[in-house]
């Protein structure tokens, strides 16, 4: 399954109800779970992003809605990498 990495910035409301945090991502977690996908790790982080987590789901298309359904929560903008695991790249590197 792919995987996804996402680059969050939490919203001034969302900064300002830190004490929902964990019933937020456990909301997130839900969205993604409820999608086919898994959260495989989340991490709070200082600096340019606030958070950064990292999801294996079917598609890029579900990526898509699962972002949307977060998003309408109001707490998060985000910007998504594709992953590639090394095995990965060394099987594209040598064209098989």
Known sequence: MPLFIIL???S???IAKMREAKERDEK???IIQSAGGKLISQYYTFGRYD???IVELPSPEI???VIIEIAKC???STET????LPGQMYE???GT
Do not use: N, S
């Open 8 to 10: 969050g910035k939490l």
């Open 12 to 14: 001034d409301t969302a």
């Open 28 to 30: 997130a977690e839900h």
């Open 51 to 53: 958070f950064v987590a």
């Open 63 to 65: 990526l898509a809605k």
């Open 74 to 76: 109001g707490a998060v």
């Open 81 to 84: 990498m594709t992953a590639l």
């Open 92 to 94: 594209m590197a040598r």
